[in-house]
């Protein structure tokens, strides 16, 4: 094979070097190299069954792949000059090793429907990856929601006191959360799972190729069923990117939530003082036939100086790729500050948050434009973002502690049962008197008469006799001090999807039993 473009044929003079240098794509989408070689496996078994090139070509052809998959797996593939993209690269080196008849390699197919069942293969396999992570942090969640049941604490709307609940129940609405992105990638992953290879450069394959065979040896569920639309179709590049600045919304909501809840004027929770990792290579690690290699990252969480025992989380990295240091070094979840010797910094949950701006897209013409090159960069950065982020949101979410042991645990506990406010059940006042046969738009006033009454007398309202409620509504009995009860105001909350304490056991069965069965795709 000469080091000739592949679509050099029609040209006499030399390219610009600075065309070339924005037409290269290999410093990118060489991350595609398995899916690229899979796909060129599966079209030379294609054409050898149409009796287009013969057995021992295909032979030599499946061979001669495998040589070069194997290469970029052992990370000993040499790029030349000429490589412009993978596929020019992986072409180019096939030839070099079985010699002329990598030429036939490319009969009826062009870089048009190649690169487009690259990037579906890609993404699916690594939308599969994000699925498995996504139910390791609803995992987390549920575990520490059903061993932390009985935590009580003030829950915030406008970030203002409101009504007691449970902590449990505020994890669990993360792991729901977390849960609907996780149907919407399963669902996404069926969608997208249409093959392209087959129409050409876009007006489909002139050698009758089996595009059924194709599809079931790549393991797509189906062919795209029109050859422009097979070239030029990246809604699934968008959607993909839609659902991952979703997912990192979530993501960032439980960060800020978190970063708050860790302050010392609130002090519910604590981060943990040390992250210390150990890479660990582990072959496979459900990649399929990519060849890719798993990771194994080993999170030693210390809680405190004086505490001897390491809490470890294990969760799962793929090798991060050589320009993304902050995969390879991922940060602690609590840093101190260079100047004040006191503070302790919630980097991990900051970066947590910060990594959601990084997810967030431009109309081309019918077919196949140059433009559609640039899908591959934001796709890889919202893959890479998504996959250390959901990790490290489970490694902290499992790692996040009350305080050290013993006695500073049962503090933290403390701090959130302190943040309850008897002001706080403000609306339950107003619910006795409903209960009593009062109208609920007459009780509002009154429980809010009984604020104001508390306020003006520097009290609380528990501290209001019985005829100081009278005073507002004759209604008001002995039995309105039970009231003040804030495990018995959670409690009330027993509707499904409420805060009592049956309602989350019910929410954590549900979630068990989801992760249970799987989302299927």
Request: some cysteine; hydrophobic content about 40%; overall charge negative.
């Amino acid at each position: 094979m000469t080091s000739q473009k592949l679509w050099g044929g029609r040209f006499t003079g030399a390219n610009d070097p600075l065309m070339d240098a924005i037409n290269v794509s290999i410093h990118f989408d060489r991350r595609l190299y398995g899916a690229d070689i899979l796909g060129s496996i599966a079209y030379s078994k294609a054409l050898a069954k149409n009796h287009i090139i013969s057995p021992s070509e295909r032979d030599s052809l499946v061979t001669g792949l495998q040589q070069v998959l194997q290469e970029w797996d052992d990370n000993k593939f040499v790029l030349q000059p000429a490589d412009e993209d993978i596929h020019t690269a992986n072409e180019r080196r096939l030839g070099e090793i079985v010699g002329s008849v990598a030429g036939k390699l490319h009969t009826g197919r062009s870089r048009n429907d190649q690169v487009a069942t690259d990037m579906r293969i890609w993404v699916r396999e690594e939308a599969s990856k994000l699925l498995a992570n996504l139910k390791e942090l609803i995992a987390v969640a549920v575990n520490r929601a059903e061993r932390e049941i009985d935590v009580l604490m003030p829950g915030y709307t406008h970030m203002q006191r409101a009504q007691p609940i449970r902590w449990s129940h505020l994890v669990l609405s993360y792991a729901w959360f977390w849960q609907n992105d996780a149907d919407r990638l399963a669902q996404y992953i069926h969608r997208m799972n249409v093959l392209p290879l087959g129409s050409g450069a876009l007006a489909g394959n002139p050698f009758d190729i089996d595009r059924d065979f194709l599809a079931t040896e790549l393991g797509f569920r189906g062919v795209v069923p029109n050859s422009l639309l097979g070239v030029s179709d990246r809604d699934f590049v968008a959607e993909f990117l839609f659902w991952a600045s979703l997912v990192m919304i979530h993501v960032s909501r439980f960060a800020e939530d978190m970063i708050i809840y860790s302050t010392s004027e609130f002090g519910f929770v604590q981060l943990a003082d040390t992250y210390r990792y150990v890479w660990d290579e582990v072959a496979g690690g459900g990649c399929g036939e990519l060849g890719k290699r798993r990771m194994q990252v080993l999170f030693l969480i210390r809680r405190s100086l004086r505490d001897t025992n390491d809490s470890i989380a294990i969760v799962t990295l793929p090798r991060p790729p050589a320009d993304q240091s902050y995969l390879s070094n991922p940060p602690p979840p609590s840093t101190g500050s260079s100047l004040m010797p006191q503070k302790k910094n919630p980097d991990s949950l900051e970066l947590l948050r910060g990594k959601s701006g990084r997810v967030f897209g431009q109309g081309t013409p019918s077919t196949y434009n140059k433009d559609l090159q640039e899908d591959k960069e934001p796709v890889f950065d919202a893959v890479d973002t998504l996959s250390v982020s959901l990790q490290i949101t489970a490694g902290v979410l499992s790692t996040l502690t009350w305080g050290v042991v013993g006695l500073l645990a049962r503090v933290k506990i403390r701090r959130m049962r302190a943040g309850l406010s008897h002001d706080m059940l403000a609306t339950d006042l107003a619910e006795y008197l409903v209960r009593k046969g009062v109208p609920f738009r007459e009780t509002h006033h009154i429980a809010g008469a009984a604020v104001k009454l508390a306020e003006e007398r520097g009290t609380s309202m528990a501290h209001l006799n019985l005829s100081d409620f009278q005073d507002l509504h004759p209604a008001f009995v002995d039995d309105v001090t039970e009231v003040w009860d804030f495990e018995r105001s959670v409690e009330q909350r027993s509707t499904q999807g409420g805060t009592s304490e049956k309602s989350v056991r019910d929410q954590i069965e549900k979630l068990r039993e989801w992760l249970k069965q799987g989302t299927k795709h």
